[in-house]
């Protein structure tokens, strides 16, 4: 069934996305996807702020509603976010993570019709407070969420992210690579990770390091966002022999700006693998406790190495034991990254 707006008024949606960052890059095709579908249809976004950082100005969200992460703690915020979605007036809400919080949103919008998906991706309320609820039909997190525009008539949309460009960011960028003489070309790691199991060893990517420079002569800049971020980078600068720098303090948007311009990024399951991936950077990713069937970085051009996985897609997650990452081994690293630089991009599926 397709839904419909009465009157033909320009369409008004909502996408209700309160996740991680990572997982907001994941959502970003639904916007242009609908907007590619119907120029006319107008799209609000309701995100937290660290997501939010990134998607203010992106050309297909015409309006930006930041909610504070504890909203759901305050009767007097809760109030306050029913005010401002119900001054949108939207007649559709399109809820990706079908969870609580984002189902609760779409129903505090008083939107007619409010689309998630169906057991067992969809957890909570989430099962109680939208209305249209669809299977889970496709593995990709990006593609099974693009399934969520069908009824709306959108079909088979083209996938495109469109990241915004931050003009600063982008001039603080090549500041930077000209400053440092990168201007030949280099790669990115970021040894990050937003759970312990995906915590890979820094004495291994301060051997991939080497490898890009003595086989490439590409050096490498290792970026980080805290202290633990920070530790874990100068550990890699220390074991490269002299091929790995450490980035500088950067915002995210500055960090976004400075992987556009890398040839490679080498990273876990983690936010900016997906921001590299959706600005078209290609990526030599490391799954061992997620499945990148489902979540990898999206597009033909990356190279995945997954340790040995069993799971399935509304459970993506095994305890965090750092044991399934560390199965992947720096020479298949390295394969990999020889692989991305020399053009040939088929997937790898790592094998202990």
């Known amino acids: 069934m397709v839904f419909t707006v009465r009157n033909n008024s320009p369409l008004r949606v909502l996408i209700s996305d309160v996740s991680e960052l990572g997982d907001a890059v994941l959502t970003m095709p639904l916007a242009c996807a609908i907007k590619d579908h119907d120029p006319n249809a107008f799209v609000a976004w309701v995100a937290e702020p660290a997501a939010a950082t990134m998607l203010q100005g992106h050309d297909c969200i015409d309006q930006l509603v930041t909610v504070d992460e504890g909203w759901l703690k305050s009767p007097q915020a809760i109030c306050h976010v029913r005010q401002q979605l119900r001054s949108l007036q939207c007649d559709v809400v399109i809820d990706p ?23 067992p991706q969809a957890r909570e309320l989430a099962l109680w407070l939208n209305r249209t609820k669809l ?9 099974a969420r693009l399934q969520l525009l069908t009824p709306l008539g959108v079909q088979d949309p083209m996938v495109r992210f469109e990241v915004p460009h931050d003009p600063s960011a982008d001039v603080f960028a090549r500041e930077y690579v000209l400053s440092m003489e990168l201007a030949d070309g280099f790669a990115m790691i970021h040894p990050g990770a937003a759970e312990g199991s995906q915590v890979w060893s820094m004495a291994r990517f301060a051997t991939v390091a ?20 920070h530790h874990f980078a100068e550990s890699i600068v220390a074991g490269s022999m002299g091929y790995a720098m450490m980035a500088p303090h950067t915002s995210l948007r500055e960090l976004t700006a400075l992987m556009r311009q890398a040839q490679l990024l080498i990273s876990a399951d983690h936010s900016p693998l997906h921001l590299a991936a959706a600005v078209g950077v290609p990526c030599v990713a490391l799954y ?35 044991q399934a990452l560390r199965a992947i081994t720096a020479e298949a690293v390295c394969e990999a990254c020889d692989q991305v630089l020399q053009t040939a991009m088929p997937e790898l599926c790592y094998a202990a």
Do not use: C, M
């Open 135 to 143: 299977p889970r039909e496709r593995e990709h997190v990006v593609d």
């Open 288 to 322: 061992g406790a997620t499945a990148d069937r489902f979540a990898g970085p999206y597009g033909e051009q990356h190279v995945t190495l997954q340790a040995p996985w069993e799971g399935t897609a509304s459970r993506a997650r095994r305890p965090s034991t750092q």
């Open 210 to 229: 080497r490898h890009l420079g003595e086989v490439h002569g590409l050096p490498t800049i290792v970026a980080w966002a805290n202290g633990k971020e």
């Open 97 to 119: 993570p079908s969870h609580t919080k984002s189902s609760l949103i779409g129903w505090l919008s008083g939107a007619r019709q409010r689309i998630g998906f169906d057991g």
